[in-house]
């Protein structure tokens, strides 16, 4: 591309630098619209609202509030749900530590009982 902008524009240098800096800027500009134009339709596919507050530093500060389409009863569900399993799950280690701890008692020559527990 240099060389053939080099042949066209042979004694005007400012015009060059102006060509060439606009072709490279221009072709950074089109690979980070091609990098984050998917992030972009994903954002807005998600039912999300930014907001951008500049601070007193100067630095601007970025909010982002997501909208469910699922109303607060369904969530509130799915959340009792999620805590029921998470019970569930809780019991069925605390018998496996049980288990454990009752296989390690039957072995001979077994190290004492561990001193630490996982504590969830």
Request: cysteine-free; glycine content about 8%; charged content about 15%.
């Given at each position: 591309m240099?060389?053939?902008i080099t042949f066209?524009?042979?004694d005007n240098p400012p015009v060059k630098y102006g060509l060439v800096s606009?072709?490279?800027i221009g072709g950074t500009t089109f690979t980070a619209f091609l990098l984050f134009l998917p992030k972009l339709r994903r954002l807005r596919s998600l039912n999300v609202q930014?907001?951008?507050?500049p601070t007193?530093?100067?630095v601007s500060k970025i909010t982002v509030t997501a909208f469910?389409?699922?109303?607060?009863a369904v969530l509130a569900i799915e959340l009792k749900i999620c805590k029921d399993r998470l019970r569930e799950c809780e019991t069925k280690l605390e018998a496996k530590n049980i288990l454990i701890?009752?296989?390690e008692a039957r072995v001979p020559g077994a190290p004492p009982d561990r001193e630490e527990e996982w504590v969830p």
């Open positions: 240099g060389v053939a066209i524009l042979p606009s072709f490279i930014v907001d951008v507050t007193e530093a100067g469910s389409q699922r109303s607060a701890a009752e296989l």
